[in-house]
């Protein structure tokens, strides 16, 4: 048998095994032609993940020596990992879905450098970087200057091309079901459109805008229905428990709902997913509700330019809250007249699947790992 016929043996380890970082990691194992053993860690405490992970993992795996290649995540101290274990070091891929360099502060939060520094030795002990998008990757490397001016004196600026040569970028894949279409049946019925929230419910996603149209678009006698998906990993931002009573008439769904089929069962049956994020380096919530029948309704800026084709820019971004308010009313008011754009853009969706994507992963794999 030819060596390049023989998986890769590859151990994958994740320290927040949650949300993208959990759909990320069980897609490209079950998905790659090669061998991958995943270790996780729960998706809690990040800053302390950061900080401690790499101890962790030294001691739950036994041995790193039967592996061709490690691969993890931004929220692992690699060069932590590599200078403590006492074995060889093996080729190192880090696969960013966020950073904290660019990463927005919580309301009363000041900044720890410390994390930012953490992304950058990260960076420095890979051997190869994939960003989950062009946006994600341009913002790190165009934010990496202006977080080492910070420095008072001795910068090294010599990590901004070492990082820039071993980077590159990547779309994380998605699993869509094989009969995933939206459901026109959704048109015969007298319900009103299901608005699908499926972010974090986390700051960064910003939910105090999103519920501020919706105040306007009810105020305005506009009929809808609401599903508040998503997880909330600790505390619940007061945003959602205000909204539990003051749309608990258009409410039908109120938090995270552990089973995938039945996630995918209100994705269905949604017609318009919103974003009002302050932060998002893809979207892959975004992508899945799209992919199930939703009408994005996004903010044009971020990722979600990207992610979108260029032809749907016009109707589903919006450039400031009253634009939003005003296209959302238009999509609800005139749903039945979007079903064509409605229809296409959902398949437009089919290019972040695991399907289309795995070849390349594979390929660096290969280009990477084999020795």
């Not at 069980?26 to 101890?55: C, E, N, Q």
């Not at 970087?129 to 165009?142: A, D, M």
Request: with cysteine; net charge positive; proline share 5%.
């Amino acid at each position: 048998m030819n060596k390049q016929d023989i998986p890769l043996k590859l151990l994958f380890l994740e320290p927040f095994y949650g949300g993208s970082h959990k759909n990320f990691a069980d897609g490209l194992v079950s998905h790659s032609t090669h061998d991958i053993d995943l270790y996780t860690l729960p998706s809690r405490f990040w800053k302390w993940r950061m900080r401690g992970a790499a101890l962790y993992f030294l001691r739950k795996v036994r041995s790193m020596k039967t592996y061709d290649g490690l691969i993890t995540t931004d929220l692992m101290s690699v060069s932590d990992l590599k200078a403590l274990s006492a074995e060889p070091n093996l080729p190192i891929l880090v696969y960013f879905h966020e950073n904290q360099l660019s990463y927005p502060l919580e309301p009363g939060e000041s900044i720890d450098y410390q994390f930012g520094f953490t992304d950058i030795t990260t960076a420095l002990a890979a051997d190869r970087i994939l960003f989950n998008s062009h946006t994600h990757l341009n913002s790190f490397l165009s934010t990496l200057p202006r977080f080492l001016d910070m420095m008072p004196e001795f910068r090294p600026k010599w990590a901004i091309d070492a990082i820039r040569k071993k980077s590159g970028m990547l779309y994380p894949g998605c699993k869509f079901s094989k009969t995933a279409k939206p459901k026109k049946e959704r048109l015969n019925n007298d319900l009103p459109p299901l608005i699908i929230w499926n972010h974090r419910w986390e700051f960064d996603k910003n939910p105090d805008d999103f519920f501020a149209a919706l105040e306007k678009i009810s105020n305005r006698g506009i009929e809808f229905r609401l599903a508040l998906l998503g997880e909330n990993f600790q505390k619940r931002p007061k945003a959602f428990i205000t909204a539990r009573e003051r749309f608990k008439n258009n409410i039908v769904q109120y938090g995270y709902v552990e089973s995938r089929k039945e996630y995918y069962r209100w994705l269905e049956n949604g017609s318009i997913i919103i974003s009002t994020a302050n932060q998002e380096n893809f979207g892959m919530s975004v992508v899945e509700a799209v992919r199930y029948g939703c009408i994005p309704l996004l903010p044009d800026r971020l990722s979600y330019p990207e992610i979108i084709p260029k032809t749907f820019h016009r109707d589903f971004l919006y450039s400031n809250q009253e634009d939003l308010v005003e296209k959302l009313s238009i999509l609800i008011t005139r749903f039945s007249e979007f079903q064509e754009k409605r229809e296409k853009i959902s398949r437009s969706m089919d290019q972040y699947s695991w399907e289309n994507l795995i070849q390349e992963y594979d390929k660096e794999f290969e280009k990477l790992f084999r020795r």
